[in-house]
T-cell receptor
Framework: SQTIHQWPATLVQPVGSPLSLECTVE??????LYWYRQAAGRGLQLLFYSVGIGQISSEVPQNLSASRPQDRQFILSSKKLLLSDSGFYLCAWGAGHGSYEQYFGPGTRLTVT | EDQVTQSPEALRLQEGESSSLNCSYT??????LFWYRQDPGKGPEFLFT???AGEEKEKERLKATLTKKESFLHITAPKPEDSATYLCAVRGPRSGNTGKLIFGQGTTLQVKP
């Protein structure tokens, strides 16, 4: 069966510090991968998606970047965090064909102080 | 522009009091409608996928239905453990093989014993 991991689970970082969030998927190959941000009490905002190694598409201009160095690894980064980067970050994977449902990881709660 | 609107934003029910959540969408050529459950501080959990008007799916006390303009998530005789935020998402023809989904803002359900 497939499993998706995210770490860290929680993170408190000062403004201006760098960020690296990691997501890995097990039990599947060549998945579509997605990074979302969820503000308190709101829906999911798609930040980045990837259909293959090294292929990254950005949905929203922002202070963040994403990379996919391996087939089942997706990384969300920032060189200098802003207060507005605080939120709940979710990674998801999808099969890229067939029914297209997405499966989410446990999330990372980021607080920028 | 493809849009998803969920109503109500919040719903309080007594245990055993059946009700429905609504998800209205404006997507030309729907390629799938997805329901998720999200507990506080956790990633969304996939529930159902619906593809065509008239389709229904059931899981325990939940039943999802689909028309050409909206979907309903019916909750029959809910229990306190059904308390969660329920998210609806759609996939349209423009998503191609990216599998991108458009999410609604969610309905937060509270079931009191």
């Amino acid at each position: 069966s497939q499993t998706i991991h995210q770490w860290p689970a929680t993170l408190v970082q000062p403004v201006g510090s760098p960020l690296s969030l990691e997501c890995t998927v097990e039990g599947t190959s060549n998945p579509n991968l997605y990074w979302y941000r969820q503000a308190a009490g709101r829906g999911l905002q798609l930040l980045f998606y990837s259909v293959g190694i090294g292929q990254i598409s950005s949905e929203v201009p922002q202070n963040l970047s994403a990379s996919r160095p391996q087939d089942r690894q997706f990384i969300l980064s920032s060189k200098k965090l802003l207060l507005s980067d605080s939120g709940f970050y979710l990674c998801a994977w999808g099969a890229g064909h067939g029914s297209y449902e997405q499966y989410f990881g446990p999330g990372t709660r980021l607080t920028v102080t | 522009e493809d849009q998803v609107t969920q109503s109500p934003e919040a719903l309080r029910l007594q245990e055993g009091e059946s009700s429905s959540l609504n998800c209205s969408y404006t997507v030309s050529g729907l390629r799938g409608l997805f329901w998720y459950r999200q507990d506080p501080g956790k990633g969304p959990e996939f529930l159902f996928t619906l593809y065509s008007a008239g389709e229904e799916k059931e899981k325990e006390r939940l039943k999802a239905t689909l028309t050409k303009k909206e979907s309903f998530l019916h909750i029959t005789a809910p229990k306190p453990e059904d308390s969660a935020t329920y998210l609806c998402a759609v996939r349209g023809p423009r998503s191609g093989n990216t599998g991108k989904l458009i999410f609604g803002q969610g309905t937060t359900l509270q079931v009191k014993p």
